[in-house]
């Protein structure tokens, strides 16, 4: 039998397999096609303070190696997520994650306030990253400053996790990775989407209606391992990898270069069903390279700071559990 | 919330095989590893798959189609799944391109359908433009076999519907021969005069009123590209009929989860709470009066 659990941030996992923001549902509507317990945790869609009708249409384009979405976080608010879906989430045999969003820092520290002590949810991803709402600005993820000060926003309105959810539009995303640290994040979850677009030039039409929008899936893997792997060196706090993770092998390729768990979400569209089944190809992966926890290969990348650094070594579950 | 419905599955699916259909569509013919509804009971019309290969020659994300046909196979295994398809694009292309044998990703029964056609009321008129032909062939089987059971417990059967099925030319009025064997009044028209009527379904349908072959009290089911939904909107408005129409829209899961779907609703209307609906869960059909086209 190989262990596939993990510890992120105090909170024990089953396996290291989370769904991703905006593409698993609000709480567990995809219960039918992946049993929640089959899942280390479940992230809901990003939740705000007001509801938000979302981007006019179209939303979505296809490239050619991934999606384009600018969806624009539509949801219908953080009341009628208390009422409607944590109610739902009540005995559920899974970890709960709730992504929150904001406009500016205050609402941020609100949305905290509000569900910080909620016991169905146990743990909040900061959404500092969507490129989809006030013009693809991105302030949260870009000014190290600013993203510190928003996580200490939330920092003291929960005794949760925190996991900051970065953007890979940047230079140097290790400087955003320490800020977020220095404000009191948990964990990181690398990355959101990337910017980018699509035209068909004959009809000289975007594909998004906002022009610009997120690109994700298979093609932006690369970028996102290499914003994971630049994380995990920067910081101390575990990082949940994430960006056109479709197979076991991108799951356990993400946990050599410093992730601690993984998010899968343009890959569900494919097959609404692919998260179930990784389990057991991790499994099987790992059976067959003798290797019987998948903890051990947390950080094992040989990236020549291997014998240097101490903290390349796969990193001890040092947070305690919050209860 | 939106959310996938109750009996979606994901599954693999054999393609038993694969017929060109009109000019350039195909008929691809699945066999679902588990059936799709429970006790073999039919299909909804109108209800859709997304469908993909999975052996990288299909885009990642999958297309939707209608179920077309649903035709039963020898021994008790579940019924096979027929889906008529234009090819258009990429998706499209590497499904009809596939050899029988191949397994397809086959995601569904999903959407609401159209709605319960055989509630009382005036008789149906179907208006289908070209591939929008796909969700009707069920429909008239579902309002013939409701007729079937209303005459054995001795009831007032619905009316039989009236298919006016229309495209630009001969060749995309795909499978035209199969729907002249089902149970209802069938009238083509074709904007070249190829087959049938000259003109477009509209202008068929005040001809048919006009020589009293169609009556003037009818609901409308509508599918095909935007201009023609729009033209019966309008067209039913004008009488105040009612008028449903079936939406091709983009789709990036098919489930109520993407938010990529997404129809403007009319403020005020039964689905105006929300400024949009998602017409992969509370769709593909929807009433005219109540969405912007
Ligand atoms: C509920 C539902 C049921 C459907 N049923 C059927 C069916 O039974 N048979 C069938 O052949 N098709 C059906 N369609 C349409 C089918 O899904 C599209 O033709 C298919 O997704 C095209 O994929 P592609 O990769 O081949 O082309 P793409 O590359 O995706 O598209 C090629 C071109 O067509 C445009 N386009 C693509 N989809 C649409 C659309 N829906 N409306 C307008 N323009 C579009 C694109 O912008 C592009 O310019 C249905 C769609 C929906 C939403
Ligand atoms: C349709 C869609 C909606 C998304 N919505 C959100 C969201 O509400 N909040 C968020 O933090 N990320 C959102 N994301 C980003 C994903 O959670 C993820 O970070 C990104 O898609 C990269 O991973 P992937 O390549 O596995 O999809 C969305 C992505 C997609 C495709
Ligand atoms: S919500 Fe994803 S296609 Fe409808």
Redesign the pocket.
Same mark, same amino acid.
């Given at each position: 039998m190989v262990d596939l659990s993990v510890d992120l941030a105090g909170l024990r996992l089953r396996n290291p397999l989370l769904s991703a923001s905006g593409t698993f549902g609000h709480g567990l509507e995809m219960g039918g096609f992946v049993a929640p317990e089959a899942l280390g945790a479940w992230v809901s869609k990003t939740v705000t303070l007001e509801p938000r009708h979302g981007n006019p249409a179209p939303r979505i384009a296809?490239t050619e190696a991934g999606f384009l979405n600018s969806i624009g976080l539509e949801n219908r608010g953080v009341e009628h997520y208390e009422r409607e879906v944590l109610p739902t989430l009540v005995g559920a045999d899974t970890l709960i994650v709730t992504n929150i969003g904001g406009k500016q820092l205050e609402d941020f520290a609100a949305m905290a306030e509000r569900l910080g002590e909620r016991p169905e949810i146990h743990a909040f991803e900061v959404n500092l990253s969507c490129p989809n709402v006030q013009g693809a600005k991105l302030q949260y993820s870009t000014d190290p400053d600013l993203a510190e000060r928003t996580i200490a926003s939330v920092r003291t309105k929960t005794s949760k996790p925190i996991f900051a959810k970065l953007s890979p539009n940047v230079a140097r995303i290790g400087e955003i990775a320490k800020a977020v640290e220095a404000g009191g994040a948990d964990g990181i979850t690398a990355v959101n989407t990337l910017l980018g677009m699509s035209v068909?030039w004959r009809?000289r039409r975007p594909?998004l209606a906002l022009v610009q929008g997120g690109y994700s899936g298979t093609g932006i893997k690369p970028v996102a391992l290499r914003c994971a792997w630049e994380c995990a060196r920067s910081v101390s706090i575990p990082i949940i990898g994430c960006g056109g993770i479709a197979t076991a092998d991108d799951v356990l390729e993400f946990l050599v270069a410093g992730c601690t768990a993984v998010q899968v979400g343009t890959a569900s569209f494919s097959d609404p069903g692919l998260l179930a089944g990784l389990p057991a190809q991790l499994e099987a992966l790992l059976e067959s390279a003798g290797i019987p926890r998948l903890s051990d290969l947390i950080g094992t990348i040989r990236d020549g700071r291997e014998a240097a650094s101490p903290s390349a070594s796969p990193k001890p579950a040092t947070q305690v559990a919050r209860s | 919330m939106p959310a996938p419905p109750p009996d979606a599955q994901t599954q693999l699916a054999e393609l038993i095989s694969v017929e060109p259909c009109g000019t350039d569509?195909v008929l691809l013919r699945l066999r679902p590893e588990a059936p799709v509804t429970q006790d073999g009971a039919p299909l909804a019309p109108?209800r859709?798959f997304m469908l993909r290969r999975e052996d990288g020659l299909s885009?990642a994300i999958p297309? =939707?189609?209608?179920?077309?046909r649903e035709v039963p196979t020898e021994g008790d295994g579940p019924a096979d799944l027929v889906? !008529?398809?234009?090819?258009?694009? =990429?998706?499209?292309?590497?499904?009809a391109e596939s050899a029988p044998g191949t397994f397809l990703r086959l995601i569904g029964p !999903?959407?609401l359908g159209w709605p319960d056609l055989t509630t009382p009321g005036d008789p149906w008129v179907f208006l289908a433009g070209g591939?929008g032909s796909?969700?009707f062939f069920m429909a008239v089987e579902s309002l013939t076999r409701a007729g079937d059971a209303a005459e054995e417990a001795g009831t007032e059967p619905p009316a039989a519907p009236y298919l006016l099925y229309g495209a630009a030319t001969a060749g995309l009025v795909y499978d035209v021969e199969e729907f002249a064997e089902l149970d209802c009044s069938l009238h083509v028209a074709t904007d070249d005069g190829s087959l049938g009527f000259r003109g477009n379904v509209l202008q068929l349908l005040d001809r048919l009123i006009a020589d009293g072959l169609v009556p003037e009290r009818l609901r409308i089911a509508a599918c095909g590209?935007?201009p023609m939904l729009r033209a019966a909107q309008t067209w039913a408005a004008a009488r105040d009929l009612e008028c449903w129409a079936?939406?091709?829209?983009?789709?990036g899961c098919?489930v109520g989860i993407c938010n990529g779907?997404v129809v403007e609703t009319v403020p005020g209307s039964e689905l105006g709470s929300w400024p949009n609906v998602k017409?992969?869960v509370e769709?593909?059909a929807f009433r005219c009066d109540t969405v912007v086209l």
């Amino acid at each position: 039998m190989v262990d596939l659990s993990v510890d992120l941030a105090g909170l024990r996992l089953r396996n290291p397999l989370l769904s991703a923001s905006g593409t698993f549902g609000h709480g567990l509507e995809m219960g039918g096609f992946v049993a929640p317990e089959a899942l280390g945790a479940w992230v809901s869609k990003t939740v705000t303070l007001e509801p938000r009708h979302g981007n006019p249409a179209p939303r979505i384009a296809e490239t050619e190696a991934g999606f384009l979405n600018s969806i624009g976080l539509e949801n219908r608010g953080v009341e009628h997520y208390e009422r409607e879906v944590l109610p739902t989430l009540v005995g559920a045999d899974t970890l709960i994650v709730t992504n929150i969003g904001g406009k500016q820092l205050e609402d941020f520290a609100a949305m905290a306030e509000r569900l910080g002590e909620r016991p169905e949810i146990h743990a909040f991803e900061v959404n500092l990253s969507c490129p989809n709402v006030q013009g693809a600005k991105l302030q949260y993820s870009t000014d190290p400053d600013l993203a510190e000060r928003t996580i200490a926003s939330v920092r003291t309105k929960t005794s949760k996790p925190i996991f900051a959810k970065l953007s890979p539009n940047v230079a140097r995303i290790g400087e955003i990775a320490k800020a977020v640290e220095a404000g009191g994040a948990d964990g990181i979850t690398a990355v959101n989407t990337l910017l980018g677009m699509s035209v068909d030039w004959r009809s000289r039409r975007p594909g998004l209606a906002l022009v610009q929008g997120g690109y994700s899936g298979t093609g932006i893997k690369p970028v996102a391992l290499r914003c994971a792997w630049e994380c995990a060196r920067s910081v101390s706090i575990p990082i949940i990898g994430c960006g056109g993770i479709a197979t076991a092998d991108d799951v356990l390729e993400f946990l050599v270069a410093g992730c601690t768990a993984v998010q899968v979400g343009t890959a569900s569209f494919s097959d609404p069903g692919l998260l179930a089944g990784l389990p057991a190809q991790l499994e099987a992966l790992l059976e067959s390279a003798g290797i019987p926890r998948l903890s051990d290969l947390i950080g094992t990348i040989r990236d020549g700071r291997e014998a240097a650094s101490p903290s390349a070594s796969p990193k001890p579950a040092t947070q305690v559990a919050r209860s | 919330m939106p959310a996938p419905p109750p009996d979606a599955q994901t599954q693999l699916a054999e393609l038993i095989s694969v017929e060109p259909c009109g000019t350039d569509g195909v008929l691809l013919r699945l066999r679902p590893e588990a059936p799709v509804t429970q006790d073999g009971a039919p299909l909804a019309p109108n209800r859709f798959f997304m469908l993909r290969r999975e052996d990288g020659l299909s885009p990642a994300i999958p297309r =939707p189609f209608s179920i077309y046909r649903e035709v039963p196979t020898e021994g008790d295994g579940p019924a096979d799944l027929v889906f !008529l398809v234009k090819v258009i694009g =990429p998706g499209t292309r590497a499904l009809a391109e596939s050899a029988p044998g191949t397994f397809l990703r086959l995601i569904g029964p !999903l959407g609401l359908g159209w709605p319960d056609l055989t509630t009382p009321g005036d008789p149906w008129v179907f208006l289908a433009g070209g591939i929008g032909s796909a969700p009707f062939f069920m429909a008239v089987e579902s309002l013939t076999r409701a007729g079937d059971a209303a005459e054995e417990a001795g009831t007032e059967p619905p009316a039989a519907p009236y298919l006016l099925y229309g495209a630009a030319t001969a060749g995309l009025v795909y499978d035209v021969e199969e729907f002249a064997e089902l149970d209802c009044s069938l009238h083509v028209a074709t904007d070249d005069g190829s087959l049938g009527f000259r003109g477009n379904v509209l202008q068929l349908l005040d001809r048919l009123i006009a020589d009293g072959l169609v009556p003037e009290r009818l609901r409308i089911a509508a599918c095909g590209p935007l201009p023609m939904l729009r033209a019966a909107q309008t067209w039913a408005a004008a009488r105040d009929l009612e008028c449903w129409a079936s939406l091709e829209e983009l789709m990036g899961c098919g489930v109520g989860i993407c938010n990529g779907c997404v129809v403007e609703t009319v403020p005020g209307s039964e689905l105006g709470s929300w400024p949009n609906v998602k017409a992969c869960v509370e769709g593909p059909a929807f009433r005219c009066d109540t969405v912007v086209l």
